[in-house]
Each structure stands twice: as structure tokens, then as C-alpha cells.
């Protein structure tokens, strides 16, 4: 099997997604630093569980399947660092005593800042946002460049770099005709935070390498993510991935479950007519893995809307309210002054068939669905910590 180098291993998205390749018989290496770990304990927002770090994690792995995820801890923002990943260990005794041996067929690129009230709480960590995101994904450009202009790279792109436009959004591209000419545009971005737009720039890098240098790049423009389990985790419950249910790091279905079940009233911002599109983690490795199966061609950026279906803000705490309800919790849905400068109400209509025509099979955010991770959650219940859910940082 071919060789997956995942970058931002330790995430919500790398760790399932290193043992979704490897119990699939891939060569899997990790990288990652554990700046959201360290993120979270920075600014004191709490996770539902305690995690095992990334090495413990890989040592269960091998210990219950036999099989391995080699690990490297470095920072991607340091050139020389994401050149030794193509280039050898050079003088990095870490990726020495990991036995890695370099030119990976396809590159996961998860190793971003990924949340937008995070890149807005203050100047500092906007620049936290922009620096890593941007220096690491023109690290790996480079290298890729540089040393196997063959590697495949997956970058998680975002629904957020649209924006929410009066016009349906199409796969990344869109034909325009001016002045009697025609033409294939990147489809028009317009971010609503800094993390959002870091990745407007991850695109155009990206798009920019594609044209220069004939890379082969597939951009997934994922919508919210929200689940725990995978079949992996049901391995050993302590490769379970890291779960945020806190306004920063917690994605909106996942927040709603955990308030349901602690009796916190959801919190609604504004109207609740924003509509985004989501999907399963289950889906999230689906989506990889059939992109790296039919991998981009030379000299292609070839782009996804990763999303398996589309609800308001409204929609999702209806939902949550009335599965809750029927398990006998008691649960309200309170709506807040929005801390977001965004559209309440709005035309929203993408289209997310390119992933389907490649094989992906959706999961949708059934009633079954949300009652099993109500279920999973309530047994971490007395860790949830209430103060922690709603910060109301605002931009």
C-alpha cells in the first residue's frame, strides 16, 4: 500500500483519519505539534474526555491491531522542518528514531488553527491563525515542489470561504461570460473571520503551485463536522478522538448535543436562519479516502464541497430539542444576541455531488444518529464543565 502523510495527526480529523488508512493497510506517518491541545488549555476550554497523547495513542494502535502509525512531533511553520518530511531525517533525531523514510504518495492536510472565534479573540491570536496556517501550507507547497512533484495533496479546504452569496454555489469554479467572452473563475470567496480567510489564501497558494509547478492537489470545502465514533475507535475507547463541546473549538451540532444532555439552553445566535452544510466524521473519512483513491491529476486543482446536507441554525436545535426531549432531557432553545457580524437569514444553495460520483456513501443527522451521541456523551456528563460553552467572543 502507498505511503499517507497526515499533518495535524493529533486533531478532531487527523487521528481517525491516520487509523481509517492504516487498518486499511497504509503506511500511515503523523505529524503534529498539539498546538489545539495546547490552545485549549491556553485559554481554559475544556474537553469532554481526556485524551492520551499522540505517541500513547499510536503505541494502543499497535498493541490491539498489530499495525503502525509512525509518529513525529515538530512544528510544519518551520520550513526545514516539513523539507525533512520529503528530503530525509537530516538532522532531526525525532524523525531519526522514528524509522521514517520519506516521499509520501499522498499528503492530508490538516494542520491548521481551525476556528474562526479563535482567530477573532484578539490581535494575538489572529496572528497566531495567519501565521500558522499560511507558513505551513507554503511549507508543504514548497516541498512538494522541491522533491515529489508526484504527491497527491488532500488540503481541508472550507464551506466558510464562500461566504453565503445570493447565487448557488458551485464546486469551486465558476464560468463567467464579460464582454461577450468566457472564462473558468475559483468560485467568489468571501470569508467571515480570519480563520476563514486564511483559508480563502490556502486555495490561492495552492491554485498558485497547481499553475507554476504541476502539482496535484484535491481541495475538500468542508462544512461542519460533528460525531465521535468511528469503526477504529471502537478498537480501544482510549483512541477515541479529541472532542470540543466550547463556543471555540466545538463545532454546532456537537455543542448542541453536549448542552442537551448538561441542561444548558441551546444557544441560538440571532435569528438562527444561518444555514451551512454538514456532515458526519464518519463521512470526513469517506471523503479523503476516496479522493486518494482517485487522486488529482498534474496540473489540477480539483475542488469538493464536502457536505452530505444543509440546515439553519434553527433546523439543528429542533432537532436536538426534540430527541432530547423524547431521551427526558429537559431541554430549551434560547436565542442570543448574535457575537457574529453575519446574515441571519439567506440564500444558501450548494452542490455537493462530485464526492457521491466518486463513491462516497452519506450518513445523515437522523433522529437515531443524534440520540446515539446524546447517549455517548451523557457518560462523560459529570465532566462537562458549563462555563466553559459560551464565551460570547465577539467580531
Not at 317 to 324: D, F, Q, S, T, W
Not at 340 to 369: C, F, M, S, W
Amino acid at each position: 500500500m502507498s505511503h499517507v502523510l497526515i499533518l495535524g495527526g493529533d486533531g478532531y480529523l487527523g487521528w481517525p483519519t491516520a487509523m481509517h488508512f492504516s487498518a486499511r493497510g497504509y503506511d500511515v506517518t503523523v505529524v503534529d505539534n498539539y498546538m489545539r491541545r495546547n490552545a485549549c488549555v491556553e485559554i481554559d476550554v475544556g474537553m469532554l474526555y481526556p485524551i492520551p497523547t499522540l505517541m500513547e495513542r499510536a503505541k494502543i494502535w499497535h498493541e490491539r491491531t498489530g499495525k503502525e502509525i509512525k509518529v513525529l512531533i515538530g512544528d510544519l511553520q518551520e520550513p526545514e522542518v516539513m523539507r525533512s518530511l520529503f528530503s530525509g531525517p537530516l538532522s532531526y533525531s525525532w524523525a531519526v528514531n522514528s524509522g521514517f523514510t520519506g516521499m509520501p504518495d499522498t499528503v492530508i492536510h490538516y494542520a491548521e488553527q481551525p476556528s474562526a472565534p479563535y482567530s477573532l479573540m484578539d490581535y494575538k491570536r489572529a496572528d497566531i491563525t495567519i501565521t500558522n496556517n499560511l507558513r505551513v501550507t507554503n511549507n508543504l507547497m514548497f516541498a512538494v515542489r522541491d522533491y515529489s512533484r508526484d504527491t497527491h495533496i488532500i488540503k481541508l479546504g472550507t464551506m466558510g470561504e464562500y461566504g453565503t452569496p445570493n447565487i448557488d454555489i458551485e464546486e469551486g469554479w465558476l464560468e463567467i461570460e464579460h464582454n461577450g467572452r468566457k472564462g473558468k473563475f475559483l468560485f467568489p470567496r468571501q470569508a467571515g473571520s480570519i480563520y476563514h480567510t486564511t483559508k480563502v489564501m490556502d486555495t490561492d497558494l495552492m491554485w498558485f503551485g497547481v499553475r507554476m509547478w504541476d502539482l496535484k492537489v484535491t481541495d475538500l470545502m468542508q462544512g461542519p463536522v460533528y460525531g465521535i465514533e468511528t469503526e477504529e475507535m471502537k478498537v480501544d475507547p482510549r483512541l477515541k478522538t479529541l472532542f470540543n463541546y466550547d463556543e471555540v473549538f466545538g463545532t454546532i451540532v456537537n455543542r448542541f448535543i453536549v448542552q442537551a444532555v448538561c441542561g444548558y439552553p441551546l444557544t441560538v445566535y440571532g435569528k438562527g436562519g444561518q444555514t451551512r452544510g454538514y456532515l458526519n466524521i464518519k463521512d470526513t473519512l469517506q471523503c479523503v479516502h476516496k479522493s486518494e483513491q482517485s487522486p488529482a491529476n498534474s496540473g489540477e486543482l480539483r475542488i469538493f464541497n464536502q457536505i452530505m446536507e444543509t440546515f439553519s441554525a434553527n433546523e439543528l436545535a429542533e432537532k436536538v430539542h426534540a430527541v432530547g426531549c423524547d431521551l427526558g432531557y429537559d431541554v430549551k432553545i434560547n436565542h442570543i444576541d448574535n457575537p457574529r457580524k453575519e446574515a441571519e437569514e439567506h440564500y444558501y444553495n450548494p452542490a455537493y455531488q462530485g464526492l457521491i460520483e466518486i463513491g462516497v456513501e452519506p450518513h445523515y443527522l437522523t433522529d437515531e444518529v443524534i440520540s446515539e451521541l446524546m447517549n455517548l456523551v451523557a457518560q462523560y456528563k459529570q465532566s462537562i464543565r458549563t462555563d466553559v460553552i459560551f464565551k460570547g467572543i465577539k467580531w
